[in-house]
């Protein structure tokens, strides 16, 4: 018989570092972003007030859910009352204090300010217990040529608060964007290094994909040669589609071009553990009447049920309202199948037929497990 190949076990230890191919835990259905200068203690409580001020207002029951979200009259109770628990009790799951593009370019001193400032409510939030599961900042992209800037408000953002709090509270993340060069993530690993040597404590980020020119450089072993830094990767839908040169219009989540990026996010990281997130839509309600407030959640669930059939569970919500439509369609998305899979799942561990004619592969029930317990996960 011929021997094993020389190398086998080598390859084999590498195969289990760079897919470890882990059980779905926890993740956040979505980043909600805040600009710097607008964020304080206050924040996520002023979001989940106004979220359900709109829901009171707008779904008064479980027959505007089903009319509005086309929600099956038979879930349309539990998804009300489920949203009524969420936003009254973790309205923000992950939360994201932006001081790119949502902040814009300030003179030095104003953004050193505003770190200060988020420092302190970062701070006021931990002590209260209100900081979300998930939090931290959006830093400049080196792509603006000035990653001093960048490098800066990171510092003083994680030292404020390992000086505030005493340590670095458990979920934090930094957003890095506009990744156009595969080097500025090696460069920003390394600026995160130094940091963990400083600060005592270990740093992770997320990318955001908003480039064509980012998606050659995405593949299985690129958090690995980041010493395993890379959380997640995020889709940015506006800076990709205007680089792709689409009119204004079709600047949107559920555009074939978004789907194509998506897909290659999907390939280049499944297995590896890197999460993946989509982006956002760019609008609220034009008033606070009941039409064009329907209407913007109308809108909003079609592109967050889109996105959760392609496969992306998490998304970001940049107003109020998309809370509800967000939990909503998230909500009624998990329920709709959660019964039909736990049953094939019994079955095929029971060894009997499921019925309807259904014959489930191996590969299938470790899916149908899978979305069973993102289905937990992301239920209150």
């Not at 480039?211 to 980041?226: C, V």
């Not at 997640?232 to 978004?258: I, K, N, S, W």
């Not at 029971?350 to 470790?366: F, K, L, N, W, Y």
Request: glycine share 10%.
């Amino acid at each position: 018989m011929p021997r094993v190949p020389d190398g086998f076990a080598g390859t084999y230890r590498l195969q289990q570092a760079r897919y470890p191919e882990a059980r779905p835990g926890w993740q956040p259905v979505h980043t909600v972003y805040v600009p710097a200068d607008r964020f304080s203690a206050r924040t996520v409580a002023e979001w989940g007030g106004r979220a359900l001020s709109l829901l009171k207002a707008h779904l008064a029951g479980p027959d505007e859910v089903a009319e509005v979200f086309g929600v099956p009259s038979g879930l349309a109770a539990v998804v009300h009352e489920m949203l009524l628990r969420k936003l009254s009790t973790e309205p923000v799951e992950d939360l994201r204090v932006d001081f790119e593009d949502g902040y814009g370019v300030r003179p030095g001193s104003v953004e050193d300010g505003h770190v200060t400032q988020a420092v302190e409510a970062v701070a006021a939030m931990h002590a209260a217990g209100a900081l979300p599961r998930r939090w931290g900042p959006r830093v400049k992209s080196f792509a603006d040529g000035d990653p001093e800037r960048s490098i800066r408000t990171l510092h003083g953002f994680v030292s404020g608060v390992v000086g505030r709090v005493g340590e670095l509270p458990g979920g934090f993340t930094v957003t890095f964007p506009k990744v156009l060069m595969e080097a500025y993530l090696g460069q920003f690993a390394g600026v995160l290094e130094e940091l963990e040597a400083e600060l005592g404590v270990r740093l992770r980020f997320e990318m955001q994909v908003e480039a064509p020119q980012t998606l050659p450089f995405l593949r299985g072993e690129l958090n690995e040669s980041l010493g395993g830094r890379l959380a997640a990767a995020h889709f940015g839908v506006f800076d990709y589609t205007a680089a792709l040169g689409l009119p204004p219009h079709e600047q949107r989540l559920d555009h074939p071009a978004c789907d194509h990026a998506r897909h290659v996010m999907q390939t280049a990281f499944a297995g590896t553990g890197v999460e993946l997130s989509d982006g956002s839509l760019a609008a609220s309600p034009a008033s606070d009447r009941a039409g064009d407030v329907h209407g913007l959640w109308r809108r909003h669930a079609e592109l967050v049920r889109h996105s959760l059939r392609h496969g992306f569970y998490q998304g970001w919500d940049m107003h109020p309202s998309h809370l509800v439509s967000r939990f909503a369609t998230v909500y009624a998305f998990h329920l709709a199948r959660y019964d039909s899979y736990r049953e094939r799942v019994l079955a095929w561990e029971e060894r009997r037929s499921a019925g309807g004619g259904v014959m489930d592969e191996p590969a299938t029930i470790r899916t149908l497990a899978a979305a069973l317990r993102r289905a937990d996960a992301a239920l209150p």
